[in-house]
């Protein structure tokens, strides 16, 4: 039904940036908030950025100032531009959507399968 596809992720030194994409596509009517979430290994999932259709935006404490959350609504499509990176950064992260699909009566939320992120000098 949807997609989700992340893009962007690789290997970058400290102080370095990056710059992710996720893309949504399929049978998609409308797309409401869309965020960025991250996994470290022996961490839990935790959220990073979300931005709503609006694009009103919320960010976790650890990366505000350092993160940029943004999307294009005709290309369904959010942004997560990361500079000034730390090892702490390092994960997996991951991208969801609120999606209202054709002939659908409510939302569901869609995963992408996520992005490795890798801060090491």
């Known amino acids: 039904q949807v997609q989700l596809v992340e893009s962007g992720g690789g290997l970058v030194q400290p102080g370095g940036s990056l710059r992710l994409s996720c893309a949504a596509s399929g049978n998609i009517f409308s797309v409401a908030t869309m965020g960025w979430y991250r996994q470290a290994p022996g961490k839990q999932r935790e959220l990073v950025a979300t931005?709503?259709?609006?694009?009103?935006?919320n960010y976790a404490d650890s990366v505000k100032g350092r993160f940029t959350i943004s999307r294009d609504n005709a290309k369904n499509t959010a942004y997560l531009q990361m500079d000034s990176l730390k090892p702490e950064d390092t994960a997996v992260y991951s991208c969801n959507a609120d999606v209202l699909t054709w002939g659908a009566l409510q939302r569901r939320l869609f995963w992408g399968q996520g992005t490795q992120v890798t801060v090491s000098s």
């Open positions: 931005i709503t259709s609006s694009a009103s935006t």
